[in-house]
DNA sequence: TTCCACCATGGAAACGTTTCCACGCGACGG
DNA sequence: CCGTCGCGTGGAAACGTTTCCATGGTGGAA
């Protein structure tokens, strides 16, 4: 309740005085510090977040928007991105698409209408009316994980194409020859990145390249164990299964069960996205480690270069792979 | 980058006119509508939500401060919660305490400083300055899941009472009388009153009383493991584990798989608070069904009941058991 | 001693809204 | 035909900051 008029006058100085101390813009005398500051506390004051950001232009906040927060991969980032954006004293306003073009939409307009200054965005799918607007305003941008068809925009994500390369390896090392691969939406550059990966690199690490062991989904629980029990039904029987994300790989999980009892029948299970239960489950779950923190801070740090001015390197962080098979 | 004042010269009207129109606040007629609006669009306007804010003294914008985002009690809740708010009219600002308690106050002090409306908070302990502060300025705030001590504010969680019932009643149905307590601190009244519950309600149940069985982590995984570790290592031998949150659970799992075998000695395991994958963990795990969900909703309404001037009703959210012990 | 430069200071202006107030006009009733 | 009522309107004021500008004072250099 009590604003910058009151401290100044209850400090003795002049408006522009306390404002100065307040915001530590300009050189103040040691004794008027002292009395604002001192002021400052006995009211309680707090500055008017709003009135300032009215102000300067600026609101020294940043967006950040996912597809879905119940995503573990999401909230992991979401966490890093805040702490990091705290460290450099921007605030992170966090807004949740649902995985629903309309409500991205809606939360990119809430974006723009409170002024963010900078905004990190996982894309749904094609580019929107408001990402276009936000464009238009000059407001910088990286991207989260998925690219934009047509926009050129930083982009901060996994090395896909290096994952898929670590379960090759390792299918290849244990020996798997009939591998079943639950796969995403090839609308999305995630999807489409990892199966072409993965279709490309088989032949070369001793992988049948036969067609009925590959379906899609549609990178969720229910979509992928729909397209595993399609592939049980053609009749092969694959000793290993590569699942394209986390999602996927849980939704081939329970329809392996449903199939085969609760050690799948001996299949292997390969992920791409470790979750750390992946070592409870069973049958225990290799993964490929998708270090989503290292991509929230790349992100957030590439956003703060665009911010200063200098431009953004994108970045493809490197993935690791968490070996969990029984070995004998 | 266009103002309310560009619209209203583009249109040919005058700035009230175009505000009148833009907030829909007051009758104006059909043609200057129209043309307003024509106008707004054709500009791309779109308001200036602090300085909507400054003149409004309000933003309708409401915090949710829970300690831990990554924790999927919390990022389920969260999700709800920002469907609610956003469905009515409300923008959810969402900060994380990552469990420290000056991270918790710095949060506050954003929010604060970005005058939200009203607060949903997740306590990490005690009161403090800053929650004293808010509650001086009068910011309407309900409480989630835990309660601080000497604070009287609406409280929305799980009914704890009920949930622990619902264990006791199936450990006695699975006829277990050895059964291992790993609780959480006392110092959190989810902590005390779980621990309450089931140790006054043990007895009754036909379980053994032996206090060896019983220990106590923080509510996180490795301080769970630690106390299962120091559990068995008293030389009880129990048929069955119950771990007083989600965390613990999973502490108790790891602990009890080291020392038993990934089928951890044929113990089972009982939780309070459910994920998904305990359906595909071995051993299977039952749990009590934290509606975290129902606890955003009903915090949120109680939160806007408070902005209507009327007074919220703290909630007590019932579990329910999902029971996935194995059947002969 | 005198001037100049510089620094701290007080207050006005500005940021983009909403809302209040006063005004003009048309319609309706007397 | 005139008074009144009400509705739509334009513009000024206000919200709480920061920043610009002018001013006064002080220290050092000449």
Same mark, same amino acid.
């Given at each position: ?35 604002? #500051? &001192?002021? /400052?506390? %006995?009211?309680?004051y707090? *500055?008017?977040?709003?009135? +300032?950001?009215?102000?300067?232009a @600026?609101? $020294? ?32 306003? #966090? &807004?949740n /698409?649902? %995985?629903?073009?309309?409500? *991205?939409?809606?939360?990119? +307009?809430?974006?723009?209408?409170? @002024?963010? $200054? ?96 590959v ?33 996927t ?9 449903e ?70």
């Open positions: 309740m009590a604003t910058i008029k009151d401290v100044a006058a209850r400090a003795g100085v002049g408006l522009g005085t306390a404002s100065r101390v307040l915001s530590g813009s300009a050189q103040t005398s040691p004794s008027s510090r002292e009395r604002v #500051l &001192a002021a /400052a506390a %006995e009211l309680g707090v *500055a008017h977040g709003p009135a +300032r950001s009215l102000r300067r @600026r609101t $020294d906040a940043l967006g950040l928007l996912v597809s879905d927060i119940r995503n573990p991969f999401f909230s992991e980032l979401a966490h890093a991105a805040e702490q990091e954006a705290r460290a450099h004293g921007y605030a992170l306003l #966090l &807004a /698409a649902n %995985e629903d073009a309309d409500q *991205a939409d809606d939360a990119l +307009r809430t974006f723009a209408s409170q @002024r963010i $200054d900078g905004l990190l965005l996982s894309p749904q799918g094609p580019a929107t009316p408001q990402l276009a607007s936000l464009l238009a305003r000059a407001v910088p941008i990286v991207l989260l994980n998925r690219r934009i068809e047509g926009v050129d925009l930083p982009f901060y994500g996994t090395d896909n194409e290096q994952g898929v390369g670590l379960v090759l390896d390792w299918l290849q090392e244990r020996g798997h020859r009939d591998v079943a691969y639950v796969g995403g939406p090839q609308t999305m550059s995630t999807g489409a990145e990892r199966a072409r990966a993965y279709l490309g690199g088989r032949a070369a690490h001793g992988i049948a390249t036969d067609d009925a062991l379906d899609a989904g549609d990178f969720t629980t229910d979509g992928a164990a729909a397209a595993m029990l399609r592939i049980l039904d053609r009749g092969v029987r694959p000793t290993a299964v590569f699942g394209a994300n986390g999602a790989t849980v939704g081939a999980l329970r329809a392996l069960r199939r085969l009892g609760a050690d799948a029948g001996g299949v292997e299970v390969v992920s791409f996205d470790d979750f750390d239960w992946f070592a409870y489950a069973s049958p225990a779950i290799t993964a490929v480690r998708n270090d989503a923190a290292a991509i929230g801070v790349g992100a957030v740090q590439g956003l703060l270069a665009l911010l200063r001015g200098e431009d953004a390197t994108s970045q493809r962080i490197a993935t690791e792979l968490v070996d969990r098979a029984a070995r004998s």
